[in-house]
């Protein structure tokens, strides 16, 4: 990677995302939003400002699938690549199904930074909700800004499907879609800015939101490939620029026009869209048809989708089309109305905007609803005039390019007038062509809006505290992840009778610890819960810890704002029975539970008398029930219940793996028989002066140091035996 410039990841997780020939329109998941966001990681990789781009994505290996989406890194150019992140299996999901699997995500990409990359990305940016969560975990893990851009919203989606009739529960059912509201309330609630393509976007889908009045929304709409969709005059200045293709194309055109027309030398009115009845065709032949001086001045042309069979299609569609040509009989529009039956999108339809500018006509989108309106820039990048529907987008596009007149959908005469307006006044006709021409180089392509996010991304990163200051100690506590990429070494403590018991050693421990912030990362270890956790730090004067393990190794947190990790608690959840594991022990009489509070999410306590065969009973009706389970009894009387995958060791291991920190570079400190488990193995073990009898049997045990000094002294005493202060 280049030593300078921003390093950058874009998270788009579901659909099948590749750099050659995107399966775009495959389907419901790889579509605009795929095509979207790899133009937007090439342009990015393109600018000046920018070291790298990774566009991450989840790894499949599916036979159903090309074998190119099982491939980690797929480069994009020089700057710019595919990262593939594999989660939930391997096989081809929905994205709705994807939601448990996040955390395995967000894992696994935090292990690629460390680990590949070496450097912590300046910034985190996610596409949808899935890739929301993704960058939000990851910001807050590294203390770095996070963009969001929403594609599309789920209450907006929720509020359609309610409106089809469809109820709530089997709207969750099969698109989990409150668990997806929840997530991106979350989103809205700490990205640094939104980017949204238009106003209407925040008006009619944010604006759902609860906490879309804090959020920060930046419009940068998307680019159009303008090589594609260039003025119409290239080939009247130069008629050897233009390619066979173009002229092919625009021969097939001609002809298929020509069956409709008697007058095929006019100008023409052209209306490109889905038969769907929000398209509102039937608004804009009406406007034609009652207009005499329209019919006489120019020709009207809809291309309405491709069609076989009217007869055999789906219902909208169906419905759709039998009004258009119903409206044409009825209006006697033949030999003025054509209606072609087929076209190809890629090769024809630049061509025709250009057919239709040279003949000096106009561009129509007379739909009830925009949301953007793409249609009406390849239209103007063309040099095509636009008439346009005054809902959504097409108030940006026309706000942007002076190119063109909004009109009133349902007013028919607002249509034609405005058509009218355009076609018999060359002047303004001109005017629009140039503007349009203009303005979409000046608004819609992807180099602008990859300027425009640049920008962007240097003032959210401005409004960043300084990180130099950041580590151990900071009020802020932000960037525990940086910490983590950063030092070489990690101490765990115990708190009762380790870190605490002598305040004099602990005030010398915390002097080393802060001197060596960038040496030294400090976590503590312990059966208390978290609120007990706090209580026994502030008691003592202790500032917060880069990691928490609480309630025996079965909760971890991060930083002074106690970030939870939520791969960890999904890891251990697994067959995890708490209700059928109380159930069964409340049998047992000699068991008496903890107070509620140490009660946690995986945790069931008691207190006993210590006595190898009530314990033997224990164990005995669990395995009757065929429960899985890790039970840990220390200081002769605590009985815990833990998941089997968690103690306090193995949410080491789990940090040592995730964090990729070899366990041989942390130190474990501990004083009794709840540390035993965490200090065994090839972690640098250090047991203090004051240790209880039950750990005497570690003696001897490589890489286990005894010291002889008490409390937190041990602790000092550790440092310097395993060398960690040195280079
Ligand atoms: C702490 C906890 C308690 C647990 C014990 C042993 O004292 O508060 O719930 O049983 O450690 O792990
Ligand atoms: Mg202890």
Redesign the pocket.
């Known amino acids: 990677m280049a030593p300078f410039g921003l390093y950058i990841q874009l998270f788009s997780i579901h659909g099948l995302i590749r750099g050659e020939s995107p399966e775009l329109g495959r389907d419901a998941d790889t579509g605009g939003q795929v095509k979207y966001v790899l133009e937007l990681a090439k342009c990015l990789g393109e600018h000046p400002a920018v070291a790298q781009v990774d566009l991450i994505t989840r790894l499949i290996q599916d036979k159903t699938v090309s074998d190119i989406y099982s491939q980690q890194i797929e480069p994009l150019s020089e700057k710019a690549r595919i990262v593939r992140i594999q989660c939930g299996g391997r096989r081809y999901i929905r994205k709705e199904l994807l939601w448990p699997h996040l955390d395995e995500f967000v894992d696994k990409t935090l292990k690629f930074i460390k680990v590949d990359v070496g450097r912590i990305p300046d910034l985190f940016h996610g596409h949808y909700a899935d890739g929301g969560y993704v960058a939000r975990e990851l910001a807050s893990i590294f203390g770095a800004p996070f963009l969001f851009t929403g594609h599309s919203m789920g209450r907006h989606k929720k509020n359609k499907l309610l409106d089809q009739g469809l109820a709530d529960e089997e709207i969750n059912r099969r698109y989990f879609i409150d668990r997806r509201i929840g997530v991106e309330e979350e989103v809205l609630k700490d990205a640094d800015r939104i980017i949204t393509s238009t106003a209407d976007e925040i008006d009619k889908q944010y604006a759902l939101y609860d906490n879309c009045s804090g959020a920060s929304f930046r419009i940068i709409p998307p680019g159009i490939d303008v090589d594609t969709f260039h003025p119409y005059y290239y080939g009247q200045l130069n008629a050897e620029s233009e390619s066979e293709a173009c002229r092919q194309a625009r021969l097939l055109l001609l002809n298929e026009l020509n069956r409709f027309w008697v007058s095929p030398d006019k100008p023409f009115i052209l209306a490109l869209c889905r038969p769907d009845h929000r398209k509102n065709i039937k608004g804009l032949i009406t406007a034609y048809a009652e207009d005499k001086e329209l019919q006489a001045i120019a020709n009207l042309a809809i291309f309405a989708g491709i069609r076989k069979d009217i007869g055999q299609m789906e219902e909208n569609e169906r419905n759709v089309l039998t009004e258009m040509l119903l409206l044409m009989d009825r209006y006697d529009l033949y030999g003025k109305l054509a209606i072609p039956k087929k076209h190809d999108f890629t090769t024809e339809v630049p061509e025709l905007y250009r057919l239709c500018a040279s003949s000096h006509g106009v561009f129509v989108n007379p739909a009830l609803v925009e949301p953007f309106g793409l249609t009406l820039i390849e239209a103007a990048s063309c040099g095509l005039p636009i008439v346009a529907t005054n809902d959504g987008g097409p108030n940006d596009i026309v706000g942007n390019c002076q190119n063109g007149i909004l009109i009133d959908p349902s007013n028919t005469g607002e249509i034609a007038e405005a058509c009218r307006k355009i076609l018999i006044d060359r002047e303004v006709w001109d005017t629009y062509s140039r503007c349009g021409i203009n303005g979409v180089r000046t608004h819609y392509v992807w180099k602008v809006h990859c300027d425009h996010t640049v920008e962007l991304i240097e003032e959210v990163r401005a409004e960043m505290p300084d990180l130099a200051d950041q580590g151990l100690f900071s009020p802020l506590g932000i960037g525990f992840g940086r910490l983590l990429t950063k030092v070489k070494h990690l101490v765990i403590t115990d708190i009762d009778n380790t870190l605490v018991g002598d305040d004099e050693s602990l005030g010398e421990f915390l002097e080393i610890l802060s001197k060596n912030r960038d040496k030294i990362g400090w976590g503590v270890a312990t059966?208390?819960?978290l609120r007990?956790v706090m209580e026994a730090l502030a008691e003592n004067r202790v500032p917060p810890p880069d990691i928490l393990i609480s309630s025996?190794g079965t909760e971890i947190y991060y930083g002074s704002e106690l970030l939870p990790d939520n791969g960890w608690s999904r890891h251990i959840s697994y067959k995890w029975k708490p209700e059928q594991i109380m159930e069964t022990l409340d049998k047992l009489d000699f068991l008496y539970d903890?107070k509620e509070e140490?009660q946690r999410d995986f945790k069931v306590?008691y207190i006993m008398e210590d006595d190898p065969e009530l314990l033997a009973r224990v164990h005995q009706v669990l395995q009757d029930r065929k429960l899985s389970y890790h039970l840990?009894f220390?200081?002769s009387q605590?009985l815990?219940i833990l998941p089997f995958r968690a103690s306090k060791g193995k949410a080491v291991r789990y940090l040592s793996y995730k964090w990729e920190f070899p366990l041989k570079s942390i130190m474990v400190c501990g004083d009794s028989g709840?540390d035993e488990e965490m200090l065994r193995g090839v972690t640098c073990g250090v047991v203090v002066g004051n240790y209880s009898k039950e750990l005497e049997q570690l003696r001897g045990l490589r890489r286990m140091y005894f010291s002889k000094k008490e409390y937190a002294a041990g602790i000092i005493d550790g440092i310097k035996h395993y060398r960690f202060l040195e280079e």
């Open positions: 059966g208390r819960c007990r025996v903890q140490e306590s840990q220390s200081n605590f815990d709840n």
